[in-house]
């Protein structure tokens, strides 16, 4: 029918322009009680009392509870992806004793109604015996550890190597060594995290509404903190507004809220307000990188190395993914004979690390773009030339790139890369800008990066295939939606695969009744996953309803016919069934029409791109301007375009975020956060964001017969490095640099202040 | 305190405590849940609801304050079923992903096209910065209200020029 391809409206959108939606904030159920969280004030204390009377004495709470009061679930939580480099931290649902962070759950109220909940939180008495906050990865690797019982603060250390490493360094014409730091990123999605958990003492079973990227193993983490069993919860993701990689995993919260409601016998509510946010929801980037580059003097890069250090935090809710993708995604879309990356990753007194839209692929890109702009710099090439010479050629492919992956090597597919980089060099004026410009106060300058999109490449997805009695088909996939618009894009895979009207599709996601198995969405991989599964059941469910109608004409299911929603007996077009009677027929019978499949990854996609950017600076103010922004972006066979732009820009949009605004400052003695509101944490708005011009490239995935490529980190990879190189350009008569995220007016000004003015 | 008020055409009383908020009051009393909190500190715009026809935070408004005025939240602003040209525009434009942003990004787009003004891209952006969203990088928003500008000032006779 060739809905794959077409930029079609949103099923999803009418619901949520009438302000119809239902997000986990939204639900309410009748006796509900509220939760409120009281939190650590300190980043690193010893907890010497609790007192809870003043709080219990207010009228309409129903409770105040502490570590002791809730034995039973004061166990660590589940290792999120348990790696055998780690010694994982993982709290329990209240701190026991000590504090690790500014935030952490030490008590926890349940009341009437959230008024009253965080009047009495605040009526909460905690004694603090305040200890040394570890603020710092690289001089907290040898710091006193923050953990008891633990030996060191180093949780982990990530290494690759491929040729011969640093060794290899020693070969290069040129070394060049570089220093970049990327500030601590708060995701924020406009919903604050939240939960309602609904007990039935009848049946002893849980009914769970959580924004929550991954229902599945929510319960399953949900049923091993309570010790019930998976199938007496069921959980459901409704309406959730975005996630960003930050909902993926259960919080203390959830724990809490679902034990309570045990416990209690009454609906409980907690929904978290933006301070919570802040101070509770896993948090991102935060390195600093020691990378070198070794260049021949043609340009020809020889061997990349870097060290690095992940701050932490105080726990690894998902173990060591942010910086193991980091340093597996450096290398980029460039050839590479000699690698080498250790990083390691510290405990701080800080919330934990966890992913963020990119998980480490943003912070590889900036390392390499950094590397050959610098190297260009010290070798008197030009910026662009220097990645010309060193991008993958089509010849090349496919392309080991020695990083080990499923006992081989990491491969990666045909592309244009120098076509793609040359479009977007081409349409963002680079030759008018590489030397700069300055109108009035404005100095303009331009900057390239590339990166090579890592997406999917894990685990299996599941579509159900289901006939409805109304004759439409229902298609449940556990992989859930926080904003992506999976039951439309999903709804034009099955229409073009069963060759029906796209209306004829219902697409259920985020309810673990649905389907009984199921990942959920991150890594970009949904559309790969349940794309490719939905496209497998196909045939199967042809084949059952074919079969199905055989029975019923009495006629072998080969001369049955099958178009566009009718059935036909070849031949004889009166003995014919429209889906909607098949289904009436089949509800009669008591037989259920379902076909399920299920998706087991290959290896990941990739997918090059390059960000080409404008910038001008006010050489008075110092102010930071995007005047020109393109972008071109392989997503593999695209399923719809629209949808791709959005996923496109929205991450773009972010990346800027991180390049010029986003920082949770931390106060290196206190360890307290000192820019905890939307008023002093600054996020993208309308008025500082320039139109993007995008242009899209396909080249279909291998790895997947459908040969989609996952699109949703594309965008924020390579802003950062491009601004950089564009604000260093711009500022070229001052030797200003731009390694140190976010860049703001205050740091170009004192760069200048302390001399760098020729 | 018992109050009355206007919301979205029908007159209500209600008995509220002095100190709570109108979003509060709105959502949890009445059940206008379309009406968001993200901030709940007058950042970031998702509750924003129309008094009077102007926009206002209603996460920094007491319900108290709404005593004799007109209330009209998202859920008030398509009639009969028909979407207004906003929420037309804004599912036509993709000017939404997980769509938690959108109900104060509707409200305050409404009000911009009940004004009848001729706006630049730039003058849209100025005046969609007081509301956040992190999904959509805005683009398709600005999209979606000059659409939805076009269209008013095309149907309506009393659209002038600036």
Redesign the interface.
């Known amino acids: 029918m060739g809905y794959i391809g077409q930029r079609m409206?949103?099923v999803?959108?009418?619901r949520?322009?009438?302000?119809?939606?239902?997000?986990v904030?939204?639900i309410?159920p009748p006796g509900t009680l509220h939760l409120a969280i009281v939190r650590s004030l300190h980043a690193h204390a010893k907890i010497t009392g609790l007192e809870f009377e003043a709080a219990r004495n207010l009228a309409g709470v129903v409770g105040v509870y502490g570590p002791k009061d809730l034995e039973p679930i004061m166990r660590p939580l589940p290792k999120g992806m348990p790696d055998p480099r780690l010694r994982a931290q993982m709290p329990t649902p209240l701190a026991i004793d000590r504090v690790h962070y500014v935030g952490e759950p030490v008590a926890v109220v349940v009341a009437e109604?959230?008024?009253i909940a965080e009047d009495a939180a605040q009526l909460v008495e905690v004694g603090y015996e305040p200890l040394l906050a570890i603020t710092d990865p690289v001089e907290g690797e040898h710091a006193p550890p923050i953990h008891l019982g633990s030996q060191s603060n180093l949780a982990a250390e990530v290494h690759y190597m491929v040729g011969s490493g640093a060794a290899a360094l020693s070969g290069a014409d040129h070394v060049v060594e570089v220093t970049l730091r990327l500030g601590r990123v708060v995701g924020?999605?406009?919903?604050?995290r939240g939960i309602v958990a609904i007990f039935n003492p009848d049946t002893k079973s849980l009914l769970v509404y959580a924004g929550t990227q991954g229902v599945h193993g929510f319960r399953h983490s949900l049923a091993e903190m309570l010790q019930m069993p998976d199938n007496r919860i069921r959980v459901v993701a409704p309406?959730?507004?975005?996630g960003?990689g930050l909902k993926t995993r259960i919080y203390a919260e959830d724990v809490l809220a679902a034990y309570l409601a045990v416990q209690l016998k009454r609906p409980i509510k907690w929904a978290g307000?933006?301070r919570e946010e802040f101070m509770s929801t896993n948090q991102e980037r935060d390195q600093v990188h020691y990378a070198k580059i070794g260049v021949k003097s043609s340009g020809e890069i020889v061997a990349v190395v870097d060290h690095f250090f992940q701050d932490q935090g105080a726990y690894t809710p998902s173990g060591i993914i942010v910086p193991d993708t980091t340093a597996i995604c450096i290398m980029g879309p460039y050839r590479v004979p000699h690698f080498e990356a250790v990083g390691k990753v510290v405990y701080t007194n800080k919330v934990s690390v966890g992913p963020y839209r990119g998980a480490g692929r943003p912070q590889g890109t900036f390392v390499m773009e950094r590397l050959l702009d610098h190297a260009a710099d010290a070798l008197g090439m030009d910026r662009v030339q220097i990645r010309r010479i060193n991008l993958l050629t089509p010849d090349q492919f496919p392309y080991h790139n020695g990083i080990p992956a499923r006992g081989a090597s990491m491969t990666l597919p045909y592309g244009e890369y120098q076509k793609t980089m040359d479009q977007v060099v081409a349409a963002i004026d680079y030759d008018t800008f590489r030397n700069p410009v300055q109108k009035g106060d404005w100095k303009l300058g331009v900057g390239v990066a590339n990166y090579l999109e890592m997406s999917g490449g894990f685990g299996f997805e599941g579509a159900k295939m289901r006939l409805l009695e109304d004759g439409r088909i229902e298609i449940a996939t556990g992989s859930s939606s926080?904003?992506?618009?999976h039951r439309t894009a999903i709804a034009q895979v099955a229409a073009d695969r069963l060759n029906l009207p796209f209306e004829q599709f219902v697409v259920v996601e985020g309810d673990t009744d649905a389907i009984e198995r199921g990942i959920g969405t991150f890594g970009s991989r949904t559309m790969m996953m349940t794309g490719n599964a939905t496209a497998q059941a196909a045939p199967g469910f042809r084949k059952r309803l074919l079969e199905y109608a055989a029975q019923i004409f009495e006629a072998a299911p080969e001369d049955l016919h099958w178009d566009l929603g009718r059935i036909s007996v070849t031949g004889v077009p009166t003995r014919s069934l429209s889906l909607a009677e098949l289904a009436h027929h089949a509800a009669s019978e008591n037989v259920t029409l379902e076909v399920a499949a299920y998706f087991d990854a290959v290896g990941p996609a990739f997918g090059m791109g390059t960000h080409g950017v404008v910038v001008a600076i006010n050489v008075k103010t110092w102010a930071i301007e995007i005047r020109d922004y393109r972008i071109c972006h392989d997503g593999g066979v695209l399923v719809n375009p629209?949808?791709v732009?959005?996923q496109t820009?929205?991450?773009?949009?972010?990346g800027i975020g991180t390049a010029l605004f986003e920082s949770l400052i931390i106060d290196p003695e206190s360890g307290q956060p000192l820019n905890a509101?939307?008023?002093d944490y600054l996020?993208?708005?309308?008025?500082e964001?320039p139109?993007?011009k995008v242009t899209e490239v396909e080249y279909p995935d291998p790895t997947n017969p459908e040969g989609f490529k996952g699109v949703a980190e594309g965008g924020i990879m390579p802003p950062m490095a491009a601004i950089c190189a564009a604000v260093e350009n711009a500022l070229r008569p001052w030797s200003i640099h731009a390694d140190t995220l976010p860049v703001t007016p205050s740091d170009l000004f004192y760069q200048v202040a302390k001399g760098g003015i020729q | 305190m018992t109050v009355e008020f206007e919301v979205n055409g029908h007159m209500v009383t209600i008995d509220v405590p002095e100190h709570w908020l109108l979003a509060d009051v709105l959502r949890n009393q009445m059940d206008f849940t379309g009406v968001h909190l993200a901030c709940e500190y007058g950042v970031c715009g998702a509750c924003t609801v129309l008094m009077d026809g102007e926009p206002v935070r209603s996460c920094l408004t007491l319900a108290v304050q709404a005593a004799g005025r007109r209330i009209t939240t998202v859920e008030g602003l398509a009639s009969e079923g028909q979407l207004n040209v906003v929420q037309q525009a804004f599912i036509e434009h993709h000017a939404l992903q997980c769509g938690f942003c959108t109900p104060g990004f509707v409200v305050t787009a409404s009000y911009l096209v009940n004004q009848n003004r001729e706006m630049t891209r730039e003058q849209i952006r100025e005046a969609l910065s007081g509301n956040l969203c992190r999904c959509t990088g805005y683009q398709k928003i600005v999209d979606a209200v000059e659409e939805a500008l076009r269209r008013h000032q095309a149907t309506d006779p009393t659209a002038e020029d600036n």
Do not use: C, W
């Open positions: 409206t949103r999803e959108d009418e949520l322009v009438t302000g119809k939606g239902r997000y904030s939204d309410t109604n959230r008024y924020h999605p406009m919903e604050p309406d959730t507004g975005g960003f307000d933006r926080q904003g992506q618009g629209l949808l732009e959005g820009i929205g991450g773009t949009v972010q509101t939307f008023l996020l993208p708005a309308a008025g964001m139109d993007f």
